[in-house]
């Protein structure tokens, strides 16, 4: 079963920190990209950042220098590092599974996207 799930949100302070985790499952065969983005309400979805399936983090500026992203194949998981959270982060996360490439047998079609339900981060001053 293809599933991503979040977990880690919570209410910070200004300037506090967060750790998120997403867990990617049902991906044995492939090699995938797995992303954060992140949505306000009356807003739309938008990136965060990400680790592609060779490993390259890449990052949306509003949180460059701010947030980081590390990726761990062995326990299929991505992690989203939040320092200096500011009032315009509180938002529902969500984690994206996407397959780039799966192994000879594994049509990467049995493969779609697969979002998490996401996890709420609120900042408050």
């Known amino acids: 079963q293809l599933q991503a799930v979040e977990s880690g949100g919570g209410s910070v302070n200004i300037g506090g920190s967060l750790k998120l985790t997403c867990k990617a499952s049902g991906y044995l065969f492939c090699m995938y990209d797995m992303t954060w983005y992140r949505q306000a309400p009356g807003t739309e979805r938008e990136f965060v950042a990400g680790?592609?399936?060779?490993?390259?983090?890449t990052y949306a500026n509003s949180v460059k220098g701010r947030f980081t992203v590390s990726r761990d194949n062995t326990k299929t998981t991505l992690d989203l590092s939040m320092n200096r959270l500011q009032l315009e982060d509180t938002a529902t996360y969500f984690c994206?599974?996407?397959?780039?490439?799966?192994?000879?047998?594994?049509?990467?079609?049995?493969?779609?996207?697969?979002w998490g339900l996401g996890t709420r981060v609120t900042v408050s001053s």
């Open positions: 994206k599974v996407h397959a780039r490439e799966c192994e000879v047998g594994y049509p990467i079609s049995r493969y779609p996207d697969t």
């Open positions: 680790v592609d399936a060779v490993g390259n983090p």
